[in-house]
């Protein structure tokens, strides 16, 4: 599926390539499957009774844990992410692209099964490195069927110098 890439330029002059995925609504087995799968095997995971009783009345009920939805987010882009990697490569005059090099991340809100989520995604040249690499910020705002802010992360990229 193609998404739109639009492209402005902010008050720092550096080029902000944004585009907003496709939407996703979660279900419970996505989550147990998830929990099963990297051995998240904690009380508020696998314990519905625990999570009942421990935790607050607004919050106790099956959630998705963060590396859940941080890996979904991911996922939802992914089909137009190298549509990013390609504009940001011709406009920046980058040379091949390296790889993930860090996330950092931070949950601002729950997420419950029946939420349907989607990704404002917002990617831009953050420096070069001392060997001539150019490091890309890929922001990652997830948002829920309210559009409240679930989780935003940043991932970072790297593209190696132009021979």
Known sequence: MTRKIAIEVNENKKSIYRLTSHRRTITETD???????????????????????????THNRRFAPAPFLISLGMGLVATSIMEVVEAITKKENLGPFHGMVGVEAKVKNPAYPGDTLKVDLEACVD???????????LKHVLKNQRNEVVVVFTEKVIFEPRN
């Open 127 to 137: 420096r070069k490195t001392k060997r001539g690499q150019t490091l890309v910020d």
């Open 31 to 57: 989550i147990v499957n998830f929990v099963n799968l990297v051995g998240l095997h904690e009380p508020p995971f696998i314990d519905m009774e625990w999570v009942k009783n421990e935790l607050p009345e």
